[in-house]
């Protein structure tokens, strides 16, 4: 242990650092860095952290500003020059004071930037990748995968403690609609030089177990942490990956390469939840679509048919209609060609009969009184013959008279016999054509019906069943 009054205070020792800084860089100095953070503030200044890397490591850190009369200057220069904003991941080479601190310790004033590192080192090996990637068609396979229909069985590949994996699961699972989704999370380190490899191999893993879509979720983060997401490798993964991939990274300014060859992206677990309940939800509507189409269409066909059936019921009362209207027809000429065929033969009584009176009057006149009794047993004999042979043509008329109006249709139908007719509206005098299933029509004395035929019983085909009537 050195002496006890072999020791300094804190202050002196860092105002001691402080003096050496002064006079190791006494001047301006020129230093090329990537800005890793910047934060422009409502007072004018501008506060921003510089660093470097080595591949994904970080080799050195430091704070930086740059004065409020110096920022707007500064801001405007650049952009005008570069056609671009001054914002965070680009490589720069700035003109800095270096300052020490005793509270604070090191940091840079930034006095002046050159625009030729317009685009910065970084930037400039996204742009190579990009071109890459376009250039072996990678960055379209994945637009060439579509998510199913109905997308219910969802890989995600996060770290269990991403900021938003919580609000994405609770937006998604516990929709108003109730959709049930199948969730299963890979985890997977999505920051530091690890991360691209680690999301790879989920990847890989996931597109094995039958997934309908497969979701890389991470929330936002500096740039150096989302740097692993512009990593050429993990881009290939993604783009050559046989289900479609989603992305959600990062914040609404963020873009980068594993977006760009996912098939889509979004930048809120909200809205990667939306993507996925818009799909249930669009399903939803052409259901109900179909389903309106099918009643309406439903709804038609009744209604035709109804018309149709009004049509063959009108027809049918029309046709029996008709039908007895002949029979009346028939009937009634039946009825007048007997009274012609009685009232011809009744006269063609009346002529012989008349001859025969006149022939036995003529023999009485010349026959004596002993004749008379004969001549009146005779005319006796003649009258009765004549009266049987009268009531006997009346009785044939009577008989042919009752035989008419025992088949006048409307009579059968009163005594409770009915007339049946088939689908194809003739009249049913057999069984044989009908069959079960069959609508018929029935025609009472007041009225029809139609029904169907639940069962047939033929005398001929069915004899070892029961008659069902």
């Known amino acids: 242990m050195g002496k006890s009054e072999s020791y300094l205070e804190l202050s002196e020792l860092l105002s001691a650092v402080k003096d050496t800084v002064a006079e190791a860089f006494p001047v301006l100095i020129w230093v090329k860095a990537e800005i890793s953070s910047w934060s422009p503030r409502a007072n004018g ?37 570069t056609g671009q904003q001054l914002q965070a991941g680009l490589t720069v080479l700035v003109q800095v004071k270096v300052n020490f601190s005793e509270l604070y310790g090191v940091s840079l004033y930034v006095e002046n930037i050159d625009p030729a590192f317009t685009l910065g080192e970084k930037a400039l090996e996204r742009k190579r990748i990009i071109e890459r990637l376009t250039a072996q068609g990678y960055m379209d396979m994945q637009k060439e995968l579509a998510l ?13 403690t991403a900021a938003g994996y919580q609000d994405f699961r609770n937006h998604l699972l516990n929709n108003e609609e109730g959709y049930a989704f199948i969730l299963q999370l890979f985890e997977a380190s999505m920051q530091g030089a690890d991360a691209p490899a680690s999301i790879a191999a989920a990847l890989q893993d996931a597109a094995e177990k039958g997934f309908d879509a497969i979701l890389i979720l991470r929330g936002g983060g500096s740039e150096l942490d ?50 996925f309940l818009d799909a249930f939800r669009a399903q939803d509507d052409k259901a109900r679509e179909r389903a309106i189409r099918i009643a309406t269409a439903l709804q038609k066909r009744v209604s035709q048919a109804e018309l149709q059936l009004q049509a063959k019921d009108a027809g049918i009362q029309r046709m029996a209609q008709r039908r007895i209207s002949q029979a009346q027809q028939a009937l009634e000429a039946s009825f007048s060609r007997v009274r012609v065929a009685l009232q ?19 023999a009485l006149t010349r026959k004596v009184a002993d004749v008379t009794r004969q001549m009146d047993a005779s005319a006796h004999r003649i009258k009765f013959a004549a009266g049987a ?3 006997t043509e009346v009785s044939k008329m009577a008989l042919k008279e009752a035989l008419i109006k025992a088949s006048d249709p409307r009579n059968i139908l009163q005594m409770g016999y009915v007339l049946v007719t088939g689908k194809d509206n003739k009249v049913l005098k057999t069984v044989d054509r009908v069959h079960r299933g069959d609508q018929i029509g029935v025609r009472f004395s007041d009225g029809s019906l139609t029904a169907k035929v639940e069962n047939v019983y033929s005398e001929t085909k069915d004899q070892n069943k029961t008659n069902i009537a």
């Not at 199913?148 to 269990?160: G, K, M, N």
């Not at 011809?344 to 009057?361: A, H, M, T, V, Y």
Request: charged share 25%; hydrophobic share 40%.
């Open 389 to 391: 042979r009268v009531s």
């Open 148 to 160: 199913p229909d109905i997308p219910r069985r969802l890989a995600v590949i996060t770290s269990l």
């Open 226 to 275: 989302l740097a692993c997401f512009d990593d050429e490798d993990l881009s290939i993964a993604i783009a050559t990956c046989p289900v479609p991939v989603v992305t959600a990274i990062g914040h609404d300014k963020d873009v980068h390469i594993a977006d760009m060859v996912a098939g889509q992206s979004v930048k809120t677990p909200t809205a990667l939840a939306d993507l």
């Open 45 to 81: 200044h501008c506060y921003l952290e510089l660093s470097q890397s080595r591949g994904s490591k970080l080799v050195a850190q430091v704070r930086a500003m740059i004065w409020s009369w110096k920022y707007l200057t500064l801001k405007s220069y650049f952009e005008k020059e």
């Open 344 to 362: 011809r033969r009744i006269g063609e009584l009346e002529g012989p009969l008349q001859r025969g009176i006149n022939r036995i009057s003529r």
